[in-house]
């Protein structure tokens, strides 16, 4: 009888299981098309706003972030959604909307202003200003998060095997030819004469671009006290 009571039991934890992922499927479709009622009814419905699909384990929040949905972040917020919550690589919330054109500068801060922490970092060392730097298209991201507290000399990490070497934001937005990007920077208290592991600064990664050198970049940079 108890074997008989034990697979019942099991059963039931499976259909509920099944019944949840299905509930945040149809959310996280909600928060990404951008249906604010029809968030609101799942949540409603008993969808907890910090919930996980678990074959990415993405917060619906991270979704929100992700689609630059704001007003679905402040929603999902405003019901007790973690803004730090990180996926098992270190992905959190404010890193997610940097992967879209524009670094989503509107949910960014939304999240700041619930919470979010600027200098949290991935396994690689990675923050939310270093990847808004990587685009000029993401200024106004990098904007809001260097208002909102994000480190501006923080270093990703040292190592070889993932193709990181201690580099900041501004080594990255140099390297990358991001020139609104260095003159936030730089405006901000970037330092100039930080090396990577291998001994380059900015300027040297502004000198060493693809193609011709970054005049523009080089010039900031100069003006900004590098040698």
Known sequence: MWAWDGFVEAAARRARKREREALYERLSDAIIGGDRDAVVAFLDAGAEPGGAKAENGMTMLMYAAYGG??????????????????????????????????????????????????NAATDDGWTALMMAATSDSHLEAARALLDGGAGVNRRDSCDARRLTSGMTALMWAASLGCGRTV????????????????????????LRGLGNPRENIINVLRRGGAV
């Open 69 to 118: 949905r704001a007003e679905a972040a402040r929603l999902l917020l405003g019901r007790g959604a973690d803004p730090n919550a990180a996926t098992a690589s270190g992905l959190t919330a404010l890193m997610y909307a940097q992967q879209s054109f524009d670094g989503h500068p509107d949910a960014v801060r939304v999240l700041l202003e619930h919470g979010a922490d600027p």
């Open 183 to 206: 003159a936030l920077l730089v405006e901000r208290g970037a330092d100039v004469d930080l090396v990577d592991g291998e001994g380059l600064t900015a300027l040297d990664m502004a």
